[in-house]
Nanobody, 122 residues
Framework: QVQLVESGGGSVQAGGSLILSCAAFGYIYSNGCMSWFRQAPGKERERVASIYTGGGIPVYSDSVKGRFTISQDNAKNTLYLQMNSLKPEDTAMYYC???????????????WGQGTQVTVSS
C-alpha cells in the first residue's frame, strides 16, 4: 500500500518562498516517476514538475521553470518542491503523485497525496 503525505503549504506574499515535502510510504523509490501537480479553483490540474526516481533531469512546466526546483532524498523516501519568487497565480492546491515506470510527463499517476494548499497574496 503506497501512501503519499504532503506538507509545507501555507500563505506567503508575492516574491516569497515555500518548500513542499512529500513523504512516500511503501513506494519503491528507484523505479518510477514522482511529480508535483497543482489545481486552482475552476482550472484543470497542471503538472508542474517531475523527476524520474532512478535518476535523470527533472522537467518543469513553462509556468514554473526557473522558479521551482524538484528534488528527492532517496534515503528519506521524500520528494521536495522548492518554490521561489512566488506569484499570486501560483495559488493552488498542490499534490504529490507517484507511478512506477515511465513516462513522467503524463497525468496517469497511480498514487496521489491528499494535497497541501499554497496561497500567494499580492
Amino acid at each position: 500500500q503506497v501512501q503519499l503525505v504532503e506538507s509545507g503549504g501555507g500563505s506567503v506574499q508575492a516574491g516569497g518562498s515555500l518548500i513542499l515535502s512529500c513523504a512516500a510510504f511503501g513506494y519503491i523509490y528507484s523505479n518510477g516517476c514522482m511529480s508535483w501537480f497543482r489545481q486552482a479553483p475552476g482550472k484543470e490540474r497542471e503538472r508542474v514538475a517531475s523527476i524520474y526516481t532512478g535518476g535523470g533531469i527533472p522537467v518543469y512546466s513553462d509556468s514554473v521553470k526557473g522558479r521551482f526546483t524538484i528534488s528527492q532524498d532517496n534515503a528519506k523516501n521524500t520528494l521536495y518542491l522548492q518554490m521561489n519568487s512566488l506569484k499570486p497565480e501560483d495559488t493552488a492546491m498542490y499534490y504529490c503523485a507517484a507511478r512506477y515506470g515511465a513516462p513522467c510527463r503524463t497525468t496517469e499517476y497511480s498514487y496521489w497525496g491528499q494535497g497541501t494548499q499554497v496561497t500567494v497574496s499580492s
